[in-house]
């Protein structure tokens, strides 16, 4: 793993690139630093994986005043040119999944697949506080089992230094990447995308719905969708050797072109993912 100290737009950024293969790029989510994707690189050695602390976050220089996407969309595409990397895949999760869609948009060139985690078209598909609670089992109402997994999921992200580098995380930082996404969304402009795209989505997810990933398959020409049972909003890294499974399945994958049967696959693959949207019960490609 090599680390570099990269000044942009005259902000200075950490950069990690790991591995040996084809580039995939690593966006992160809310407040995530480069370490938090260590367990889901472990699975993808063979990629080049690169990823940052994006401006605010870790040892990156906080910017003076907040950005908005498209600006962090711009200022990924200026280190990818720094760093020589023409053409990318593109992992994105959560904010970084909304920075993943801005990206693609505005330099679909050098994206070549898209890969989207627990993350939506726009904040205003997002969550009620009142689900914000139950996911830390504050609120009322909710099931042992939720409880029990948000439990799991928390013991996981304190394993992994995840919860301590959000809570010593400067305020600012969160103020910031939240502010890029006012009045943000792709809803109306991901008709545009060409990208193979991969979305992924947990079945048990409080922050991001599942409803989120039907807008998205929806919405972006080439997509589909893995339902991953039992899972929430952290499982890149409370399941990053199963979440790195499916990124390697989806990137081996080489046809370019969508035939009419693949068609025909995903209108009856939107039919089954509305079902489960509609009754709770986990029925599209569901990984035990």
């Not at 220089?61 to 720094?82: G, S, T, V, Y």
């Not at 993943?100 to 627990?118: K, S, Y």
């Not at 050797?241 to 696959?265: C, G, M, N, W, Y």
Request: charged residues 20%; positive net charge.
């Amino acid at each position: 793993m090599t680390t570099h100290r990269l000044t942009i737009k005259d902000i200075q950024v950490n950069v990690s690139i790991c591995g040996q293969g084809s580039p995939l790029l690593l966006l992160n989510g809310l407040g995530g630093l480069i370490r938090t994707f260590d367990p889901l690189r472990d699975g993808l050695a063979d990629y080049t994986t690169i990823t940052l602390d994006v401006p605010g976050v870790g040892d990156s220089q906080m910017p003076r005043w907040p950005m908005r996407l498209p600006r962090h969309a711009d200022f990924i595409a200026e280190m990818l040119k720094q760093l020589g990397f023409d053409q990318v895949d593109v992992f994105g999760v959560s904010w970084g999944g909304a920075l993943a869609q801005e990206f693609a948009l505005r330099h679909p060139t050098m994206v070549r697949r898209l890969i989207l985690a627990a993350t939506s078209a726009g904040p205003i598909v997002l969550v009620k506080s009142a689900d914000i609670l139950d996911f830390f089992g504050s609120g009322k109402g909710h099931t042992s089992r939720r409880k029990e997994g948000s439990r799991n999921s928390i013991q996981t992200l304190l394993r992994f230094g995840v919860v301590k580098g959000m809570l010593t995380t400067n305020p600012r930082t969160y103020y910031y990447q939240l502010a890029a996404l006012v009045g943000w969304t792709s809803l109306l402009r991901l008709f545009r995308l060409r990208h193979r795209t991969l979305i992924l989505t947990g079945d048990r997810d409080p922050l991001v719905r599942i409803y989120n990933a039907q807008i998205l398959r929806r919405t972006i020409r080439r997509a589909e969708v893995h339902v991953l049972a039992g899972e929430g909003h952290f499982f890149v890294v409370t399941s990053a050797k199963r979440t790195a499974e499916l990124i390697r399945k989806f990137l081996s994958q080489q046809h370019d072109d969508v035939s009419p049967a693949d068609d025909r696959d995903r209108q009856g693959q939107g039919a089954e993912l509305e079902s489960h949207a509609t009754s709770g019960e986990a029925n599209l490609n569901l990984l035990a």
